[in-house]
């Protein structure tokens, strides 16, 4: 079992930025690729950004390409999304998600962080 657990989200105005933090707990011996998605009320939940279980490869959602970035933190299985020029439009449940894996059959899904980007 691998638990996830986000924090960092809150409210700011547009233009800010935030910092996102997904740690994970219980059968981590293994290093995975982890995801940040996003949902927001009446969407469907989408792909923000991801990162190989290595750091070495990083991708993101055309809409978040060079205000956010993904980074590995140093322990194990930590991962963090650093947020900036954040819009209304990032306004969501942000959650975390680690591919098990690495197949992505088996996932492991936080609880998810809210983000408020007032205008």
């Known amino acids: 079992q691998v638990q996830l657990a986000e924090s960092g989200g809150g409210l700011v105005q547009a233009g800010g930025s935030l910092r996102l933090s997904c740690a994970a707990s219980?059968?981590?011996?293994?290093?995975?690729?982890m995801k940040w998605f996003r949902q927001a009320p009446g969407k469907e939940r989408e792909f923000v950004a991801g990162?190989?279980?290595?750091?070495?490869?990083?991708s993101y959602a055309d809409s978040v390409k060079g205000r956010f970035t993904i980074s590995r933190g140093n322990a194990k299985n930590t991962v963090y999304l650093q947020m900036n020029s954040l819009k209304p439009e990032d306004t969501a449940v942000y959650y975390c998600n680690a591919d098990l894996d690495g197949k992505g059959y088996e996932e492991a899904w936080g609880h998810g962080t809210q983000v408020t980007v007032s205008s």
């Open positions: 219980g059968r981590t011996s293994s290093s995975y690729a």
């Open positions: 990162v190989s279980w290595n750091g070495d490869s990083t």
